[in-house]
T-cell receptor, first 112, second 113 residues
Framework: DQQVKQNSPSLSVQEGRISILNCDYT??????FLWYKKYPAEGPTFLIS?????DKNEDGRFTVFLNKSAKHLSLHIVPSQPGDSAVYFC???????????FGQGTRLTINP | EPEVTQTPSHQVTQMGQEVILRCVPI?????FYWYRQILGQKVEFLVS????????KSEIFDDQFSVERPDGSNFTLKIRSTKLEDSAMYFC???????????FGEGSRLTVL
């Protein structure tokens, strides 16, 4: 199931700099896009979402960008903090469906 | 802050045994889910449940799996005869509205020996 791809398994960023996490999807019927953060041995925690009628949504240090023509989603974290070190999953939902489909995740490490 | 709670946090079982994983979703939520994550792999959808019936299920969710909402608060996942490959972290999630985000529990780690 390659409907959602996070091509970078890991990313290392200096504290204070911008972290950019990317996600690509294949199905133009997806209409709702989310980012989750996951620490080891915990459940995914919702971070931020965006619907297909928007191209940007901002919440504090987190901004999600949606490029529908490229079927590309990104999460910007600025400034990055050590507590942001975690695995980040993008997730998508198709119109009319109940489930979220998750990407493989990107492990973000923020270096002091 | 309301949260999804799951029990047990860790269960070890022998292959072929039945396992029941329990979840208490957020109280006013209407949509319930089970996902799993095999170590090092992606979070995979198993099943969604709405209005007292399964609304969607994946190919993983075969006849060995079942879900139930036996009362107004619990949501359970039963695996009838566990296999080694069922070893994973199982996450319960709930959602309040059709378009809202899913809230996940802390997970139940299942180890099948």
């Amino acid at each position: 199931d390659q409907q959602v791809k996070q091509n970078s398994p890991s990313l290392s960023v200096q504290e204070g700099r911008i972290s950019i996490l990317n996600c690509d999807y294949t199905n133009s019927m997806f209409d709702y896009f989310l980012w989750y953060k996951k620490y080891p041995a915990e459940g995914p925690t919702f971070l931020i979402s965006i619907s297909s009628i928007k191209d940007k949504n901002e919440d504090g240090r987190f901004t999600v960008f949606l490029n529908k023509s490229a079927k590309h989603l990104s999460l910007h974290i600025v400034p990055s903090q050590p507590g942001d070190s975690a695995v980040y999953f993008c997730a998508v939902k198709r119109q009319g469906a109940q489930k979220l489909v998750f990407g493989q995740g990107t492990r973000l490490t923020i270096n002091p | 802050e309301p949260e999804v709670t799951q029990t047990p946090s860790h269960q070890v079982t022998q292959m072929g045994q039945e396992v029941i994983l329990r979840c208490v979703p957020i109280s006013n939520h209407l949509y319930f889910y089970w996902y799993r994550q095999i170590l090092g792999q992606k979070v995979e959808f198993l099943v969604s449940f709405y209005n007292n019936e399964i609304s969607e299920k994946s190919e993983i969710f075969d006849d060995q799996f079942s879900v139930e909402r036996p009362d107004g608060s619990n949501f359970t996942l039963k695996i009838r005869s566990t296999k080694l490959e069922d070893s994973a972290m199982y996450f319960c999630a709930s959602r309040g509205t059709d378009t809202g985000e899913l809230f996940f529990g802390e997970g139940s780690r299942l180890t099948v020996l």
